[in-house]
């Protein structure tokens, strides 16, 4: 099995649960957030729907500069859908095309031209592109249950669903 494989059905797997959690974003609520330090319901939504397609992005090139983290805010769920759509058909698609030799070649991180790290791409995949969307989806998972949305089933029951009952 190549390596991209391995990532494409965990990349693909995952998704579906994203999506089940980004489809409960209420429109109503976009602009809340749990502290003044926190990014907003529509900013963590958005973050987390483009992500994967800006993730992959950068890694398909041998260097990239750190990005610019001002995150906008969603202006609506379907926006933040469409998004996700978007970005997961793009990083699928870039993924798809990266062989063993590539995904095991170096990464650069870069800011103001100073390299930050060098790592094997699939490093960088497996820790950003994944976990750091797991991350963030536990986040939004909590923004739910703060504002007495039902959370979806993640990686079991939670206390609104139950895939096992």
């Known amino acids: 099995m190549r390596l991209a494989d391995s990532l494409l059905m965990e990349f693909d797997q995952e998704a579906q649960t994203t999506k089940r959690v980004l489809e409960r974003i209420p429109d109503d609520r976009l602009a809340w957030r749990p502290h003044p330090k926190s990014f907003s319901l529509g900013q963590l939504a958005l973050h987390i729907a483009s992500g994967p397609g800006q993730i992959v992005a950068a890694v398909a090139q041998d260097t990239a500069e750190v990005p ?18 978007q970005s997961m058909a793009s990083a699928r698609a870039s993924l798809k095309n990266m062989d063993d030799s590539r995904l095991l070649s170096e990464w650069t991180l870069t800011r103001n031209g100073k390299t930050l790290m060098s790592i094997p791409r699939i490093g ?8 750091h969307t797991y991350h963030h989806r536990g ?7 703060i504002l007495d949305v039902p959370v979806p ?5 939670s206390a609104d669903e139950n895939p096992f009952a």
């Open 68 to 85: 610019n983290f001002a995150q906008p805010e969603a202006k609506s769920r379907q926006e933040v859908l469409e998004a996700f759509s």
């Open 139 to 145: 986040q939004l998972s909590v923004y739910l249950r």
């Open 124 to 131: 960088f995949l497996r820790s950003i592109l994944l976990n």
């Open 153 to 157: 089933s993640i990686y079991g029951p």
